[in-house]
């Protein structure tokens, strides 16, 4: 039986490897995604952390985390990292994570949500990369957004400091 669930705290150790676990192949990894999960909870910053169980098992996690917006504009959040068990990958955990954790984002009365990623995938799931938002040093194309009100504030977006260690 599969079945997504907000974190608790007995699945860390399975977090953690489940995502050095996804990551280690990953072309645009750098090995240090699990000590992001880390850092944004011991921040307590990591406002929404899902996982996908099968039989007992953490096969999917998603973390979802607030980003600042140099307009000012708020409850805007960050989506990642996310993961899924390399063996279970292509049976759409990856996607019901997205689609739930975007859910209860809105629930949470958020504006929206930002990530880097591959628009063939995402865009999927409404992500669009948008001027009006933007990351430095990445390629516009891979910085996409999800806005949850068509009026929405602008400028560049910063994640908060666990990312970067």
């Known amino acids: 039986m599969i079945f997504l669930r907000p974190e608790r705290p007995d699945d860390v150790d399975a977090i953690r490897t489940l995502t050095e676990t996804a990551f280690r ?3 645009h990894a750098d090995g240090t995604e699990h000590l992001i ?4 909870r011991a921040a307590g910053a990591l406002t929404l952390s899902l996982v996908v169980e099968s039989d ?3 096969v999917g996690h998603v973390a979802f985390s607030p980003v600042t917006v140099s307009d000012g504009s708020v409850g805007w959040y960050g989506l990642g990292p996310i993961s899924v068990d390399p063996a279970r990958q292509g049976e ?3 996607g019901r994570l997205v689609k739930d954790g975007l859910e209860r984002l809105k629930a949470l009365g958020a504006a929206g949500c930002v990530l880097l990623g591959d628009p063939a995938y995402y865009g999927r799931f409404g992500f669009a990369a948008d001027p009006k938002l933007t990351l430095d040093g990445v390629p516009p194309d891979y ?3 999800v806005a949850f009100s068509p009026v929405y504030g602008g400028g560049t ?3 908060h400091p666990g990312f970067y260690g």
């Not at 999960?37 to 944004?40: E, G, N, P, Q, Y």
């Open 25 to 27: 192949t990953a072309p």
């Open 37 to 40: 999960i880390d850092r944004l």
């Open 56 to 58: 007992g098992v953490i």
């Open 92 to 94: 759409g955990i990856g």
């Open 143 to 145: 910085f996409m957004r």
């Open 157 to 159: 977006v910063s994640y």
